[in-house]
């Protein structure tokens, strides 16, 4: 028997060629962006597991696509220690998307409700945290291993009436900035998807309240981006070789040029009011 040890990967290789296809965690899955990930994810090859707390959604998602399902709460730490133990039970994990999010509200900051902030700071940050601590060993163990998360361009730009979703968003990022300067000498890959105005059915509506509210939003805007679209640069940003990390991804539709800057076919150039902002 050798006892050469066995050398270690160059940073940005992986440890060594994968048994079957690579193994993904979605959070966030039932809907929207989650679930367009799953999606994409799936026909690209890879073996999927898309979590989150509807479980009707879900396992229609995973008839669908093949996936599997897995009820999740983020901000619940004994839900996510059991999606951890299901998950890594099955194989090495390659990837965990962190996608689970959401806005709460638009008040300004002298009307603002605490417990919408506290709200979007445990399910944004939080869960961000709380998955990632989770999966970490698994991640770091495959070899081949990436975080994603999904932040907002509300991270790089504050908008009256945004406060507290800003700030979750820019704390989210604090998180990932911080955990790539960590994990890099683990060979672990560390990528931020910033999404700017997506249409897609939940988010306006579940920030807003209303689908009047939330349809106003899009309101004469050609072309807002899609799920699908931000699910293809996150596949793409996976995909790439080990050696190739995107640290920061933001994409808009053509139509914002900035978060203040929107382009509106009724109204032409457009510079208010913030609802309209992602």
Not at 29 to 56: H, P
């Amino acid at each position: 028997m050798s006892t050469e040890p066995v050398p270690t990967p160059a940073i940005g290789s992986p440890s060594r060629s994968a048994d079957g296809p690579l193994r993904a965690v979605v959070t966030g899955a039932s809907s929207g962006i989650g679930a367009a990930t799953v999606r994409a994810l799936r026909a690209a090859g890879w073996d999927v597991t898309a979590a989150a707390r509807r479980a009707d959604r879900l396992e229609r998602l995973a008839a669908e696509t093949g996936a599997r399902a897995a009820v999740v709460d983020v901000t619940d730490q004994d839900s996510v220690d059991a999606l951890v133990r299901e998950v890594t039970a099955a194989g090495e994990v390659n990837a965990v998307i962190n996608n689970a999010g959401g806005a709460f509200g638009m008040e300004t900051v002298a009307e603002a409700r605490t417990a919408d902030w506290e709200h979007m700071y445990n399910v944004n940050v939080l869960g961000s945290m709380r998955i990632t601590r989770g999966f970490l060993p698994a991640v770091r163990s495959s070899g081949h291993g990436s975080f994603v998360f999904l932040t907002s361009t509300a991270a790089l730009a504050a908008y009256e009436g945004g406060a507290g979703y800003v700030a979750a968003k820019a704390a989210q990022q604090a998180v990932a900035r911080t955990l790539r300067l960590e994990e890099a000498a683990n060979n672990v890959r560390v990528i931020e998807v910033a999404p700017g105005m997506v249409h897609t059915e939940e988010f306006s509506l579940n920030r807003l309240g209303s689908s009047a509210a939330a349809d106003k939003v899009y309101e004469g805007v050609a072309n807002p981006l899609s799920a699908a679209d931000v699910a293809d640069a996150i596949v793409y940003a996976l995909n790439a070789p080990l050696h190739v990390n995107v640290d920061t991804l933001v994409l808009r539709p053509l139509a914002q040029a900035a978060n203040h800057k929107v382009i509106r076919a009724t109204e032409g150039l457009f510079t208010g009011p913030p609802e309209a902002f992602p």
